[in-house]
């Protein structure tokens, strides 16, 4: 069975939206694919060595051309490259189980990479300071062949709870950047989560991780981000309203004011920057 036929069969199990056709939806799939990567035209022409004229043909639904099966294979290829770009990093120091991590992933052996990850995780001691790394990494094993796994929600879910209580002692740098390389690629999963309870249940998992780590080290940076996740997910209005708040308090009214309605990530926050100036 040919790639888009297969994920053709898998839409057609759970359809998120009508397509009129299985081409209209290859069509899709493919625009759907340099949208979510932020890749253009021209890049993907280059990544699957044809023209960008191709490219165009295979996202034109009325195009009589089907994609051929070879070039879907090398589709299938793409968006895992750019699906393990856009989630990992080999950040320095590595541990080794973690470059044997990503090879197996690169190498789409994701089988033997989930039995390493599991193993690995039983036998790493509960406070190790790299145990929120692993598990995200362990998530990561799980998620790439299916983002609704269950056990890649467990990891993801175990990864945000270790995430800040066991930091890398005497590297703040590497611990930071552990934390937003976590943080970012769970961020960029619930964005990609339709409206929903799944959705919600993400972003308060992450709205919980950013306020502990505000907890442990007072960067408001941390308390940005957790607004981000309630504007975007989005949460209720009372916990923009506590965040904006709390933003306030900590960096003044005008600062706060100036940011949220610089950058549209805040738009759903907005509307409560009067509320709370009345308040206070």
Same mark, same amino acid.
């Given at each position: 069975?040919?790639?888009?036929?297969?994920?053709?069969?898998?839409?057609?199990?759970?359809?998120?939206?009508?397509?009129?056709?299985?081409?209209?939806?290859?069509?899709?799939?493919?625009?759907?694919?340099?949208?979510?990567?932020?890749? !253009?035209?021209?890049?993907?022409?280059?990544?699957?060595?044809?023209?960008?004229?191709?490219?165009?043909?295979?996202?034109?639904?009325? !195009?009589?051309?089907?994609?051929?099966?070879?070039?879907? &294979?090398?589709?299938?290829?793409?968006?895992?490259?750019?699906?393990?770009?856009?989630?990992?990093?080999?950040?320095?120091?590595?541990?080794?189980?973690?470059?044997?991590?990503?090879?197996?992933?690169?190498?789409?052996? &994701?089988?033997?990479?989930?039995?390493?990850?599991?193993?690995?995780?039983?036998?790493?001691?509960?406070?190790?300071?790299?145990?929120?790394?692993?598990?995200?990494?362990?998530?990561?094993?799980?998620?790439?062949?299916?983002?609704?796994?269950?056990?890649?929600?467990?990891?993801?879910?175990?990864?945000?709870?270790?995430?800040?209580?066991?930091?890398?002692?005497?590297?703040?740098?590497?611990?930071?950047?552990?934390?937003?390389?976590?943080?970012?690629?769970?961020?960029?999963?619930?964005?990609?989560?339709?409206?929903?309870?799944?959705?919600?249940?993400?972003?308060?998992?992450?709205?919980?991780?950013?306020?502990?780590?505000?907890?442990?080290?007072?960067?408001?940076?941390?308390?940005?981000?957790?607004?981000?996740?309630?504007?975007?997910?989005?949460?209720?209005?009372?916990?923009?309203?506590?965040?904006?708040?709390?933003?306030?308090?900590?960096?003044?009214?005008?600062?706060?004011?100036?940011?949220?309605?610089?950058?549209?990530?805040?738009?759903?926050?907005? !509307?409560?920057?009067?509320?709370?100036?009345?308040?206070?």
């Amino acid at each position: 069975m040919s790639f888009l036929q297969q994920k053709w069969n898998e839409h057609q199990v759970k359809p998120l939206r009508r397509y009129s056709s299985q081409r209209e939806f290859e069509a899709d799939w493919v625009s759907g694919l340099r949208r979510r990567y932020r890749v !253009s035209q021209e890049r993907l022409a280059a990544l699957a060595s044809v023209s960008v004229t191709t490219v165009q043909n295979w996202e034109n639904p009325l !195009s009589g051309k089907r994609i051929a099966e070879h070039n879907q &294979d090398r589709l299938r290829d793409i968006e895992r490259e750019l699906w393990i770009k856009a989630h990992v990093t080999l950040l320095e120091p590595c541990p080794p189980y973690i470059h044997a991590l990503h090879e197996l992933l690169s190498a789409n052996r &994701d089988s033997s990479a989930q039995g390493l990850a599991d193993y690995l995780v039983g036998c790493m001691a509960a406070h190790d300071p790299g145990r929120a790394r692993l598990l995200h990494w362990a998530g990561l094993t799980y998620s790439i062949a299916d983002s609704a796994s269950p056990q890649a929600r467990a990891y993801e879910e175990a990864a945000l709870r270790a995430l800040g209580e066991y930091p890398c002692e005497g590297n703040d740098r590497l611990a930071a950047a552990i934390e937003n390389e976590i943080l970012g690629a769970q961020f960029e999963d619930l964005l990609s989560l339709p409206e929903g309870e799944a959705r919600l249940g993400k972003g308060r998992q992450l709205l919980r991780a950013c306020q502990r780590l505000f907890r442990r080290d007072q960067q408001p940076a941390y308390l940005w981000n957790a607004l981000e996740v309630a504007c975007r997910a989005p949460l209720e209005m009372r916990d923009r309203f506590s965040l904006v708040n709390e933003l306030q308090a900590l960096l003044g009214a005008e600062q706060v004011c100036r940011r949220i309605h610089a950058e549209v990530a805040y738009q759903a926050a907005r !509307s409560l920057l009067a509320e709370s100036a009345t308040l206070n």
